[in-house]
């Protein structure tokens, strides 16, 4: 497969300006040829019908004759033009030859069309080209009404001159048109160029501006730019920050994690060490319990710190989808029945409704069984765990999905840290990990619910999630 490189911005405005500038240098070279080509040939006719003028002011009746005074000045203007040759003809209406060249060409039809001139209506003169001693001519034929004493007479008088003189006059008209033409495709583009330099000098800027940070540098970009690149910029800023938040959270969390997982490693070891060195079954006994329930208590932290670092990567990536809330409350509440009734305690779930939602069904699904599996810990034996679904209240849109607990509950005063990572209660005595409610938290938010926590009555916790999303069908 071939590779080709990618497509270049200045490449792509260059190639488009001297096409542009082509066709327009083209059509101004066509459109000034013709006027070149216009104007010598109006400029040759017009000393020709001038020339017919003057000699038909020289033909007069004179003994019932006509009578032809050819000026000499007729002729000379035309001889201004020393590489052409003219013609030129005085005959009657009915064809007799007067004087002049015979046989000259007539106007044809079906071959070429006559021009006249404006402002000359009175001798009426036609001008038309035609092929005359093996060279192309172009003719004028006027006419003229002779008077006498009972005799009137009518003359037609015919010029012709060849165009030499008139294609090299179009010729030099379109020459100097072509080298203005050429200075203003070179000045044009020369400036062009310079407009694309400009105008990609920003980008070249970013660049220069990316290319020297430091990989760790992750501050946003200050540079200026035009109104059309600013955009970009907002979402490389906005992108940098959100690398950063993501890189200083993962480095407090390894920090955190570190030391979490380093001190229950010691004690498991310390432990193992211990049972090995017993020599009391029943104290050996003890002390391999506690390395397993260490075991455990590790696995289950390193279990949800995994998930948490999953959800981290699914809330930058993940897209909602529709799905069914209460089924997944259903199916969660299966998957930790059988944990819960070892440790002695129910869980019911009491709703009948049906509830829809858009979000992410695996970040769900980890907020509730951290939110279930806290309230089933903490529960004392015969306990129980009640979860269901509460319709808000008229004015309140959404739906809330509520948790509640018989176990001791959480004092008012640190409900706002046991969203922390890591945190754990001094007065708590059971073993845990302090991301639950911290990994609840993180889910509620990016699914734009909020979590509250309540006192059950006479004891306990209630855990409430708002989703003002969700829908009731």
Not at 329 to 341: G, M, P, Q, T, W
Not at 419 to 426: A, L
Not at 436 to 448: F, Q, T
């Given at each position: ?10 490449r ?9 500038l082509?066709i327009?240098?083209?059509?101004s ?6 006027y ?67 046989g ?27 092929y005359y ?8 034929i006027?006419?003229?009404v ?23 006059l ?35 800027q ?25 955009p970009l ?17 993962l ?33 050996r ?31 930058q ?11 997944l ?8 029945a ?10 019911a ?36 765990v ?61 699914h ?26």
């Amino acid at each position: 497969m071939v590779n080709y490189p990618p497509p270049s911005i200045r490449r792509q405005l260059s190639v488009m300006t001297v096409c542009l500038l082509l066709i327009l240098a083209a059509m101004s070279y066509w459109a000034a040829n013709m006027y070149g080509h216009r104007a010598a040939r109006l400029s040759y006719d017009r000393l020709m019908v001038g020339a017919a003028l003057q000699v038909a002011e020289s033909i007069s009746i004179q003994d019932g004759e006509v009578s032809v005074d050819l000026p000499q000045a007729a002729f000379e203007t035309l001889s201004l033009a020393t590489d052409d040759r003219v013609f030129y003809a005085i005959t009657t209406l009915d064809g007799d030859h007067i004087t002049g060249y015979e046989g000259l060409p007539q106007f044809d039809p079906q071959s070429g069309r006559i021009t006249r001139l404006e402002g000359w209506r009175e001798f009426s003169p036609q001008l038309f080209d035609s092929y005359y001693s093996n060279e192309k001519v172009r003719f004028v034929i006027m006419t003229r009404v002779l008077n006498d004493v009972g005799i009137t007479q009518e003359v037609k008088i015919q010029i012709g001159q060849t165009l030499r003189a008139s294609n090299a006059l179009s010729t030099d008209i379109s020459l100097r048109v072509l080298q203005f033409v050429a200075f203003f495709f070179v000045l044009a583009l020369v400036l062009i160029m310079f407009g694309i330099w400009m105008l990609l000098r920003p980008m070249n800027q970013l660049n220069k501006a990316l290319s020297e940070r430091s990989p760790v540098d992750l501050s946003p970009l200050d540079v200026p730019v035009p109104l059309e690149i600013e955009p970009l910029l907002n979402t490389i800023n906005h992108f940098m920050g959100q690398l950063a938040t993501t890189l200083d959270r993962l480095k407090r969390f390894t920090g955190e994690a570190a030391h979490q997982i380093r001190t229950p490693l010691a004690g498991l070891k310390s432990q193992a060490q211990n049972a090995l060195e017993e020599q009391d079954p029943v104290l050996r006994q003890q002390q391999l319990k506690r390395v397993v329930e260490s075991s455990d208590l590790l696995s289950g932290t390193v279990r949800q710190m995994l998930d948490q670092a999953k959800l981290a990567y699914r809330f930058q990536s993940e897209i909602f989808s529709p799905l069914r809330l209460d089924n997944l409350v259903k199916e969660v509440c299966r998957d930790v029945a059988v944990a819960a009734l070892r440790s002695d305690v129910e869980v019911a779930y009491l709703s009948s409704v049906e509830v829809s939602i858009d979000g992410d069904g695996f970040a769900l699904k980890q907020m509730i069984r951290n939110i279930l599996e806290n309230a089933i810990k903490y529960s004392p034996g015969e306990g129980l765990v009640e979860v269901g679904f509460v319709v808000c209240p008229e004015g309140k849109e959404g739906v809330i999905l509520r948790v509640s607990d018989s176990g001791p509950g959480i004092p008012e005063n640190e409900r706002s840290q046991v969203f922390e990572q890591f945190y754990r209660s001094p007065n708590n005595q059971r073993s845990g990990s302090g991301l639950g409610l911290s990994i609840a938290r993180e889910v509620a938010v990016h699914h734009h619910a909020e979590l509250e926590l309540k006192d059950n009555q006479p004891h306990g916790l209630i855990v409430e999630i708002h989703f003002g999303r969700g829908r009731v069908t």
